[in-house]
């Protein structure tokens, strides 16, 4: 009978303790939820953060390379050559206009670009 008697009263203290909890979430439900809402802000926020770095970093990589490219027409200019002024392609069109040719203009507008 004692062995009986060792296993009552463990469902009451269960019953007992998830009432308590109920009440303390009941009560504190608020306080619960606004703790829940600063959490969710801190990794929205740290999400945020992390997005807009990689969009300055990626901002800053592609001023370098115009940067770069400036540079290096820049270059072109101080060393005479058209493709300082006119770029790549354009320096390509002066070569003809210069000669005066323009048939060979356009053959070169007109050629195949495959």
Known sequence: MSSRGNQSGGGFAAAFVVVVVIGFIIKYIWWILGGLAMV??????RALVRWHLAAVAERNRRHAVIARRADRQHQWVLDGDP???????????M?????????????WIQRPRW
């Open 95 to 107: 070569r003809y206009v210069e000669r005066d040719n323009w048939d060979g203009l356009l053959r």
């Open 40 to 45: 969710a802000a801190f990794f929205i926020i």
């Open 83 to 93: 493709r300082g002024i006119y770029g790549s392609e354009g320096a390509e069109f």
